[in-house]
């Protein structure tokens, strides 16, 4: 009995490894720029804007710029048919990335877990990946590739540790020519705040 459930257990592990290696082999551009590399965290063109490095010394939390960051952003000023890649902050410090919807071929869906904001720069302390395991690549004309990956299924993978992400936060502008004027750069790439409630686009 007890060689059985060591099986199984490191079944289930071997498991959680292969569908996380997946992801690392098969989260493509799929025309859409690939923000994060899950080996070196360094984004793909701009290494010096997206990079972990540790929080150390006599940095301070900054509540009110955190309070001002909860919201829904996106990488547009406005809401299309699919949405862009965009960030869920919420009061409660917990965070949802995802990317753009457009793109169908795309194996990793987005990430999640806990955010801070420490002397202007963004903290992300990744706990899970939504992904697509399986189903086959077919033309499709609703997606922006041609292409998009059908019946495959979702799946939730745990990061434990959590996988540390810093970014670079640029002042708050304001952007006249748009309905929704608030933005700011997170980690070099320009994002719109569509809505200070971010429960409103969960």
Not at 2 to 28: E, Q
Not at 54 to 83: I, S
Not at 96 to 121: C, M
Request: proline share 4%.
């Amino acid at each position: 009995m007890l060689v059985n459930k060591k099986s199984t257990l490191i079944r289930i592990i071997c498991g959680i490894l292969a569908v996380y290696l997946l992801v690392l082999s098969l989260n493509g551009n799929s025309g859409s720029e690939k923000r994060f590399s899950w080996i070196t965290m360094v984004k793909a063109n701009s290494a010096e804007s997206i990079k972990t490095r540790p929080v150390e010394g006599n940095q301070m939390k900054d509540t009110a710029a955190e309070e001002k960051m909860v919201g829904f952003w996106q990488d547009l000023p406005f809401v299309a048919a699919r949405y862009g890649d965009n960030y869920l902050f919420f009061a409660d410090k917990t965070f949802r990335f995802k990317y753009n919807e457009a793109y169908d071929t795309r194996r990793l869906i987005g990430f999640s877990g806990r955010w801070e904001i420490t002397n202007d720069q963004l903290i992300l302390q990744v706990t899970q990946l939504t992904i697509v395991v399986g189903g086959t690549l077919e033309k499709s004309p609703t997606s922006a590739s041609g292409y998009a990956i059908v019946n495959g299924d979702m799946h939730t993978v745990t990061i434990d540790p959590p996988e540390k992400i810093v970014l670079q936060l640029s002042e708050y502008l304001v952007d006249n020519s748009s309905p929704r004027p608030i933005t700011r750069k997170i980690g070099g790439e320009q994002f719109w705040r569509l809505t200070h409630n971010p429960a409103l686009y969960k």
